[in-house]
């Protein structure tokens, strides 16, 4: 019987140069295959281009849990170095030669791993493979510093400038105007998702043209480009050669916001899914319940898939909202029953009494926010600071014992000075039809701006599947 033959061909940047594209790679291995009389029974293919990384490569793992699984006897590629980027990848193979017989064929000269020699000509090939990934590593490193400290722009365009005629970054109007648009809403509080949202509705496309995501818009208002300032390895570097778009107590204050791990959930790249995550809690112990969407099995007579009569188990799945603490987990309720009856009730609170329970004072809801802002910034400058060797431990506990009351008190006149005027139409008799409107954030918005405390109590087992209205509570200030 003929030997069972994988042919493995990666494509990389060093390759590409060399005219050794995938086609070519696989015919020359195909013809190696014939000429050994080996039977090829499959192609593994990766897509590999920065062969400095350790990037994943699934066709190979797939290639070498097949060789593990005896389907695959024989390997064929071009050249060693295709094969394994790592002296370790290519102990590897040796190993599986050793214990399995696997052989190797490639086109670039016989390489026998079941002898010494052939093994020291494979490493041999793998060292001066490495070392040169090395050199040029080594060299683009000193060549990226020095760019650095010269304050240059390297790399694509950014979003927010243009390259002129030498390559050097001018500012972009319509760009910046949208990257100062961003930051104002996300110091203004909106979540990240919904700027996001926004920009895509407005047809505004990233620097490479492409659609907003969460993730992109974060990092780059996240970017000390935007103030002017040029960091290398995540450090600053100095002063870049380009105009700033906003200034550095902006930016301090934007980073400040968008690291806050206390304010995560603000921050939170996705939209809020369900009503009551974060809001409900548990009656048991207190916490907050997490809206779930979970499958439970379901028993089921009739007839099963293989045609036999009998019972049998199906997966239903259900939105719940449960108790996610594990010394509890006591609290589980169907999500629509619960959101149902929460609706009903702030529908007929805002209807009734919404004018008086949302009146609001947006003015001083706006200092107190600027006000946070700054003291969110000072405090984690300071962290910074400490982490930075700039100030003591007894220095960072006191200032930060200054900062926490004014803090706490700044966040309490927010609080009180909250609902804005936009929020007047969930009041009075439209408020069934904006409520249907609004997304989920705002909603759970509007919960808490009623102070409305809503808990799902813990139901015996033997309740049945009825909704009981009164394992819910619900209060509200000012009720
Ligand atoms: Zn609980």
């Given at each position: 019987?003929?030997?069972?033959?994988?042919?493995?061909?990666?494509?990389?940047?060093?390759?590409?140069?060399?005219?050794?594209?995938?086609?070519?790679?696989?015919?020359?291995?195909?013809?190696?295959?014939?000429?050994?009389?080996?039977?090829?029974?499959?192609?593994?293919?990766?897509?590999?281009?920065?062969?400095?990384?350790?990037?994943?490569?699934?066709?190979?793992?797939?290639?070498?849990?097949?060789?593990?699984?005896?389907?695959?006897?024989?390997?064929?590629?071009?050249?060693?170095?295709?094969?394994?980027?790592?002296?370790?990848?290519?102990?590897?193979?040796?190993?599986?030669?050793?214990?399995?017989?696997?052989?190797?064929?490639?086109?670039?000269?016989?390489?026998?791993?079941?002898?010494?020699?052939?093994?020291?000509?494979?490493?041999?090939?793998?060292?001066?493979?490495?070392?040169?990934?090395?050199?040029?590593?080594?060299?683009?490193?000193?060549?990226?510093?020095?760019?650095?400290?010269?304050?240059?722009?390297?790399?694509?365009?950014?979003?927010?400038?243009?390259?002129?005629?030498?390559?050097?970054?001018?500012?972009?109007?319509?760009?910046?105007?949208?990257?100062?648009?961003?930051?104002?809403?996300?110091?203004?509080?909106?979540?990240?998702?919904?700027?996001?949202?926004?920009?895509?509705?407005?047809?505004?496309?990233?620097?490479?043209?492409?659609?907003?995501?969460?993730?992109?818009?974060?990092?780059?208002?996240?970017?000390?480009?935007?103030?002017?300032?040029?960091?290398?390895?995540?450090?600053?570097?100095?002063?870049?050669?380009?105009?700033?778009?906003?200034?550095?107590?902006?930016?301090?204050?934007?980073?400040?916001?968008?690291?806050?791990?206390?304010?995560?959930?603000?921050?939170?790249?996705?939209?809020?899914?369900y009503?009551l995550t974060s809001v409900a809690y548990c009656g048991e112990c207190?916490g907050h319940v997490v809206g779930t969407n979970e499958f439970t099995?379901?028993?089921?007579?009739?007839?099963?898939?293989?045609?036999?009569?009998?019972?049998?188990?199906?997966?239903?799945?259900a939105h719940a909202y449960k108790c996610p603490n594990a010394d509890c987990l006591k609290v589980q309720r169907n999500m629509?029953d619960v959101?149902?009856?929460?609706?009903?009730?702030?529908?007929?609170?805002?209807?009734?009494?919404?004018?008086?329970?949302?009146?609001?004072?947006?003015?001083?809801?706006?200092?107190?926010?600027?006000?946070?802002?700054?003291?969110?910034?000072?405090?984690?400058?300071?962290?910074?600071?400490?982490?930075?060797?700039?100030?003591?431990?007894?220095?960072?506990?006191?200032?930060?014992?200054?900062?926490?009351?004014?803090?706490?008190?700044?966040?309490?006149?927010?609080?009180?000075?909250?609902?804005?005027?936009?929020?007047?139409?969930?009041?009075?008799?439209?408020?069934?039809?904006?409520?249907?409107?609004?997304?989920?954030?705002?909603?759970?918005?509007?919960?808490?701006?009623?102070?409305?405390?809503?808990t799902i109590e813990r139901v015996?087992?033997?309740?049945?599947?009825?909704?009981?209205?009164?394992s819910v509570?619900?209060?509200?200030?000012?009720?």
């Amino acid at each position: 019987m003929s030997t069972p033959t994988a042919i493995y061909v990666r494509i990389s940047r060093d390759t590409e140069g060399m005219g050794l594209g995938v086609k070519r790679q696989r015919g020359d291995c195909e013809a190696l295959a014939t000429k050994l009389g080996w039977t090829v029974v499959e192609t593994y293919e990766d897509n590999d281009v920065s062969a400095t990384r350790s990037k994943p490569r699934p066709a190979y793992q797939r290639m070498m849990a097949d060789v593990e699984r005896g389907k695959v006897q024989a390997v064929v590629v071009w050249d060693v170095d295709r094969l394994t980027r790592t002296p370790r990848e290519l102990e590897d193979v040796i190993d599986h030669a050793d214990r399995i017989g696997l052989r190797l064929a490639s086109v670039g000269g016989d390489i026998d791993l079941a002898t010494e020699q052939g093994r020291m000509m494979a490493r041999m090939k793998g060292t001066v493979a490495r070392y040169e990934i090395e050199q040029s590593r080594r060299r683009l490193k000193a060549k990226h510093k020095e760019l650095a400290a010269s304050g240059a722009h390297v790399g694509p365009r950014p979003f927010g400038w243009d390259f002129d005629a030498d390559r050097a970054l001018v500012i972009n109007p319509a760009e910046a105007a949208t990257v100062r648009e961003c930051v104002d809403r996300v110091l203004a509080g909106d979540g990240i998702w919904k700027v996001t949202r926004d920009l895509n509705d407005q047809g505004v496309l990233t620097s490479t043209g492409r659609q907003w995501q969460t993730q992109v818009l974060r990092r780059m208002l996240l970017r000390w480009r935007n103030c002017g300032v040029r960091t290398h390895l995540g450090k600053e570097a100095g002063q870049g050669q380009w105009d700033p778009i906003v200034d550095r107590e902006t930016h301090e204050r934007v980073v400040a916001l968008l690291t806050d791990p206390a304010r995560r959930s603000n921050n939170r790249g996705t939209e809020p899914k369900y009503l009551l995550t974060s809001v409900a809690y548990c009656g048991e112990c207190g916490g907050h319940v997490v809206g779930t969407n979970e499958f439970t099995y379901a028993v089921k007579g009739g007839l099963r898939t293989d045609g036999t009569r009998g019972p049998s188990r199906t997966r239903v799945y259900a939105h719940a909202y449960k108790c996610p603490n594990a010394d509890c987990l006591k609290v589980q309720r169907n999500m629509a029953d619960v959101d149902e009856h929460v609706t009903r009730v702030v529908l007929g609170v805002l209807e009734r009494d919404g004018v008086r329970l949302l009146g609001g004072d947006p003015v001083a809801a706006e200092a107190a926010r600027e006000r946070i802002s700054a003291l969110d910034a000072k405090l984690a400058l300071t962290a910074d600071q400490f982490a930075d060797d700039v100030i003591t431990g007894d220095q960072l506990k006191r200032i930060t014992e200054r900062l926490r009351p004014q803090l706490a008190a700044e966040r309490a006149r927010l609080s009180q000075a909250q609902p804005e005027a936009s929020l007047a139409e969930y009041t009075g008799p439209g408020v069934a039809s904006a409520w249907d409107a609004a997304d989920v954030e705002t909603r759970k918005r509007l919960l808490r701006l009623l102070g409305m405390k809503i808990t799902i109590e813990r139901v015996g087992s033997g309740n049945g599947r009825s909704y009981d209205p009164d394992s819910v509570t619900i209060e509200w200030a000012g009720a």
